[in-house]
């Protein structure tokens, strides 16, 4: 059975459509780059809120989060592209894609930024404060750069989380790499070479995937060797 | 000589504590003020008060004669405070020359060139000029806040608030803020609002002392009136009980 899987028709057939299988991949790429660049923006935004410390905004933060994270991402996507698509205003598969990937991770990297910025000491809070920065000086040039190190890890994680969640934009017929590959497996001419397909599906996304958690890993470990340097600089 | 600050009728509560009652404090341009009593005493909560960090339950607070608000809060410490902390509160993800460059560049709107210029100078005031390139993290206690004060300096401020700027530190190390303090205090015409547990540095430098307890000022006056002949019981208790240490 697995034997048959990995013959060599099946092989030349991958190949044949090996323009397939780029597409898929350009296609989650860019889906995946919109969601992190729109999810990101939300994190921080939402992140931003739940910290200022005025209650109606850090309420709609609250509301963002909680909704988001307790339901499930399929039926978001099925709610944005259905819902809006009957109703007239349908915005395409890949703007679905963006947006509503984009919501969900946003979600959990609001609660990232949350955390980060909370795990900052009151007094640099104050520090920039009494020396005339305003609320977003504080944030930029004081808070959010100590949170990097803090952020790093978890944030690399959704965002590898994100790149695997464009698989759901299939469920709308998404022209994403896991759509692509399960049409490509099961389809009229193409069928039957499921092991190298999905084999090589996989290969895509690890390229994708692997590179940023081992970079963020190196940008993670280089700011904590630079926090024990200049301590251990101490005469 | 206008008065630089003054507190009219300040409270602060903090849910059931109440903090600051009926405060009212001037403090004259250039002054050297000490402010003194026990923990708790609403000490830090007076000063915290002058720059909005504590924004007062009731009362006002006037800052050269403006009316301090939340709206003009940034506007008139950019443009008359600093603040010297307990705990320093360096930003120890920049060097030491960025800590004192941030402000004069983001805030102040001068150059990085002016603003290297402005934060060796104040260095050199603190004695640690050779220290630029360190993070704060590289520094010891006493050195960090001769930096945090350099800081302060460079905003070149006409109000300099100190948050007990020693209780944090060793013992061996609260001479060496205290001689900076003391030379800033002679030789700078900036109004220094200091609250300390340091009755030494108090007599130096103050020209009137101020002694709270329980969110009220209880006296006040020049160092050998307050120190010396104090009128009230709770001050010579008070007194007597430091100086025994």
Not at chain 2, 225 to 230: A, E, G, I, K, V
Request: charged letters at 20%; hydrophobic letters at 45%; a neutral charge.
């Amino acid at each position: 059975m697995l034997g048959n899987m990995f013959e060599g028709f099946a092989w030349d057939l991958v190949w044949q459509f090996r323009a397939t299988f780029l597409l898929g991949f350009l296609h989650t790429l860019e889906t995946s780059v919109l969601a992190i660049l729109l999810g990101l923006s939300l994190g921080l935004t939402f992140g931003l809120m739940s910290t200022c410390g005025k209650k109606w905004l850090v309420g709609i933060a609250r509301v963002y989060v909680e909704f988001i994270q307790n339901t499930p991402l399929l039926l978001q996507v099925c709610f944005l592209y259905y819902a809006l698509s009957f109703s007239g205003h349908g915005i395409g598969i890949l703007a679905t894609g963006i947006v509503s990937i984009g919501v969900y991770h946003g979600a959990y990297m609001a609660e990232v930024f949350r955390a980060g910025i909370g795990s900052i000491p009151k007094g640099q809070f104050e520090s920039a404060e009494s020396q005339g920065f305003g609320y977003f000086g504080v944030m930029r040039y004081v808070i959010l750069p100590q949170c990097t190190k803090i952020i790093l890890p978890p944030m690399a994680n959704q965002i590898v989380n994100l790149i695997k969640n464009t698989s759901v934009l299939y469920i709308i017929g998404g022209s994403d790499l896991i759509s692509l590959t399960y049409s490509f497996v099961t389809g009229v001419n193409t069928g039957g070479a499921y092991g190298p397909a999905y084999l090589i599906c996989g290969l895509l996304f690890f390229g994708m995937c692997y590179p940023l958690s081992t970079l963020a890993g190196i940008w993670e470990r280089n700011l904590k060797k630079r926090d024990q340097l200049s301590g251990a600089l101490k005469e | 000589m206008g008065v630089m600050i003054r507190l009219s009728r300040v409270n602060k509560v903090f849910g059931d504590l109440h903090v600051l009652k009926d405060v009212n404090l001037e403090v004259n341009e250039g002054e050297k003020l000490v402010i003194i009593g026990p923990s708790g005493s609403g000490k830090s909560t007076t000063v915290r008060c002058m720059n909005f960090l504590e924004v007062p339950t009731s009362g006002k607070v006037f800052i050269n004669g403006e009316e301090l608000t939340l709206k003009n809060r940034l506007h008139i410490i950019r443009t008359y405070m600093s603040m010297v902390f307990q705990s320093f509160n360096l930003y120890p993800h920049l060097t030491v020359l960025r800590n004192l460059t941030l402000a004069p560049v983001k805030i102040h709107h001068k150059t990085e060139a002016e603003a290297e210029e402005l934060a060796r100078k104040y260095l050199r005031v603190v004695g640690l000029e050779s220290k630029a390139a360190s993070y704060p993290a590289a520094l010891s206690g006493g050195q960090q806040q001769r930096i945090a004060i350099a800081r302060a300096l460079c905003q070149e401020s006409k109000i300099m608030l100190f948050d007990e700027p020693t209780s944090a530190l060793d013992p061996e190390t609260i001479q060496e803020v205290l001689d900076v303090m003391v030379k800033l205090a002679k030789e700078s015409n900036i109004t220094m609002v200091v609250v300390t547990h340091e009755m030494g540095f108090a007599r130096k430098v103050a020209d009137r002392v101020v002694f709270m307890e329980d969110g009220r000022i209880i006296e006040e006056g020049t160092p050998e009136q307050l120190f010396d002949h104090p009128k009230s019981e709770r001050v010579k208790q008070f007194l007597g009980k430091i100086l025994q240490h």
